[in-house]
Structures are given as structure tokens and as C-alpha cells.
């Protein structure tokens, strides 16, 4: 059943910015009728399950994350893989990072008048320059490769990293961003205490 959204339609007449997520612009890529059917009448795809385990499984990570950065730590999980990774400290990293805030990392594209946002996981300081850095909660028995990452997660740290690009930081953005993968263990065989062993 289509919805209507409350938010602001698109009007190719209004001079105002028109405000643009990650998420709608990969709508575009995917169904390019249905993100005109969501931006200009308001009718809304079906909504899929909802990822609770996901989201908490975020929460937990950047609340870690938050005392690395407030201490100006490296991220254990990097240097696990030999990557000296520091949080980025800045007063605008709440804001950044919120994905349930109206912008996150957002920039004014002045050819289309588009305010284009999106949040990342963490930004990381790693060898003098700014990478982004994505979770994904899985549970996989494949080796996690390269190839196991979908187009929308390239896509998705390549705009965070253009996002980034255009804060007027003091540090290049690296051209390597990097994903955390959370991946259930396959050798469980219970679930004792109601726990799933990561």
C-alpha cells in the first residue's frame, strides 16, 4: 500500500535546496521511476524488515568508538589487521555520525541546488588522512572477501567519502574506506543465556 510523506515534495519551480539522503539517491540507481514516484507525489516503496539487531549492533560499536576518540585512542578492531586507526575528534561528530538526524555530513551541490546528506559508521585518522569506516552485521559461512561487498556499499562509502571532502577539513580524504563486518559465528550450537555469539 503506498503512503504519503509528510515531508516536502520536490518542486522543479521552487528556488529553495532541495534535501537529498544516500538512501533516495541509491533509490534513484535501483528505480529510477520509483524515486520519482517518492520525490515528486510523495508515494512511498513498501518498507522492509526492520534490521533491530543491526542498529544495536551500530549503537555498540560507536558507543566504543566515542571513548577511543575522547581519549585519542587507535581503534582496536584496526590494529588487529595492522591499521592505526584514531576516531576523528571534531566538535560536529555527533551530528556526522546520527543517522536518525535531519543531515549527518551533508554539502550544497550549487549545480542542482541538491543539499545531499548521509551518516556514516566512524570516520577514521589513518596515516595523516580521513577514511570512512561502515558496520554490516552479518552471518555468512563464506569467507568475507572483497567480492561479498555489493555495489550499494561501494556506493554508499564513496558518497560519505565526497561528503567528507567537502568539509573544509584540514586532512585529505583517502581514496580506502573500510568496513567492519560482524559476522555470527556458523560453530553456535545453542543459545544459552538468549545470546548470539558474534
Request: with cysteine; hydrophobic share 35%.
Amino acid at each position: 500500500m503506498a503512503h504519503k510523506r509528510k515531508s516536502t515534495l520536490f518542486d522543479p519551480k521552487s528556488k529553495e535546496p532541495f534535501t537529498l539522503s544516500r538512501t533516495k539517491l541509491d533509490l534513484f540507481l535501483k528505480c529510477p521511476l520509483c524515486f520519482y514516484l517518492n520525490q515528486r507525489h510523495g508515494i512511498r516503496i513498501p518498507d522492509g524488515p526492520p534490521f533491530v539487531l543491526n542498529i544495536r549492533i551500530d549503537a555498540l560499536l560507536k558507543k566504543d568508538s566515542d571513548l577511543n576518540r575522547r581519549f585519542q585512542r587507535p581503534d582496536p578492531r584496526a590494529i588487529r589487521f595492522g591499521i592505526t586507526a584514531i576516531p576523528l575528534d571534531h566538535p560536529d561528530m555527533k551530528h556526522w555520525l546520527n543517522v536518525y538526524s535531519s543531515t549527518g555530513l551533508e554539502y550544497l551541490h550549487p549545480e542542482t541546488n541538491f543539499i545531499v546528506f548521509g551518516a556514516p559508521d566512524d570516520i577514521w585518522l589513518v596515516d595523516g588522512s580521513l577514511s570512512v569506516v561502515d558496520v554490516k552485521a552479518t552471518h555468512t559461512n563464506k569467507p568475507i572477501t572483497e567480492s561479498y561487498f555489493w555495489d550499494h556499499n561501494k556506493r554508499q562509502v564513496e558518497l560519505y567519502s565526497w561528503l567528507l571532502a567537502h568539509q573544509n577539513l584540514p586532512y585529505p580524504v583517502s581514496a580506502t574506506s573500510y568496513f567492519i563486518r560482524i559476522n555470527t559465528k556458523k560453530s553456535q550450537s545453542d543459545f544459552e543465556n538468549n545470546c548470539l555469539e558474534f
